[in-house]
């Protein structure tokens, strides 16, 4: 029974957080087994890895089509969810400057200015980092850093959650009724257990492999504090808005940091 629920939870989490097509036994909104998101976090990395190692395979030349499949991966895998989350809450943070409603601005359906201001900047700011990695790490330790990046960004989702108050209505909502304290800390430590599983299984250096896990979980800690600072001062509670920006900064963060502090080192 427990098996077959924790099976049910993650075909579920898998609908809902990537375009992959699972069959739905119910049409029951609620979650469990949150725990389990760094799994989904494997799955999703899984389609930019593999774009990095064909291009590979082809040529390390194509240094600059490797980026763009990885980047443009990193954004199919989640059906460009949490990418809509950072437009919609960045937008919110930057219209409430100037007195306008900010869960009215996440609602309207439709982007403003500062929405297309805001995705071109970090997409730039993405593609320059990723960019920088796949120039000067090695296939394997770039994949490693990439696999980390996806695992822990999604984990933010769940300390977030649980520091911030329930949302009115959607998805957040759904997600904090879901939660059980103890899913932070299960998710955390699956996070360090796969990325050593995966270590061990492609032979990386034990030195670059604490790296990646302090870069990952300093980036882990930054989204958690700046998206619940946030979304406390604006909005007052988290909306999975909120929590989609949350991923996508802790990704990008970590994907930056990586570039600027582990890339120089295995030049």
Do not use: W
Not at 130 to 136: A, G, N, Q
Not at 213 to 231: D, E, T
Request: with cysteine; charged share 15%; glycine share 4%.
């Amino acid at each position: 029974m427990l098996l077959r629920k924790i099976l049910s939870d993650f075909t579920k989490l898998i609908s809902l957080l990537t375009p992959i097509p699972t069959p739905r036994s119910s049409n029951d909104l609620s979650l469990g087994s949150l725990y389990l998101l760094p799994l989904v976090g494997l799955v999703r990395s899984s389609l930019a890895v593999l774009a990095l190692v064909l291009i590979s395979l082809v040529s390390r030349d194509l240094i600059y089509v490797e980026t763009s499949l990885v980047v443009f991966m990193h954004f199919v895998s989640q059906g460009f969810l949490h990418a809509d989350g950072l437009i919609d809450f960045s937008e919110a943070l930057l219209a409430s400057r100037f007195g306008r409603d900010p869960y009215k601005v996440m609602k309207d359906v439709y982007k403003g200015s500062y929405a297309i201001a805001v995705f071109a900047i970090y997409l730039l700011i993405l593609y320059s980092s990723m960019l920088t990695l796949l120039e000067k790490l090695s296939v394997s330790a770039a994949a490693l850093v990439i696999v980390s990046a996806e695992i822990f960004s999604l984990t933010t989702s769940i300390p977030l959650a649980l520091l911030g108050r329930e949302a009115p209505e959607g998805m957040g909502r759904i997600f904090k009724k879901s939660l059980r304290s103890r899913d932070a800390s299960l998710s955390i430590l699956i996070d360090f257990l796969l990325i050593l599983l995966i270590s061990l299984l492609i032979h990386m250096s034990l030195g670059l492999v604490i790296r990646i896990l302090i870069i990952s979980a300093l980036s882990l800690i930054f989204s958690l504090i700046i998206s619940h600072l946030l979304s406390s001062r604006v909005l007052g509670f988290v909306s999975g808005d909120v929590i989609g920006f949350s991923i996508e900064v802790a990704y990008a963060t970590n994907i930056l940091l990586a570039a600027a502090c582990i890339a120089p080192l295995n030049q």
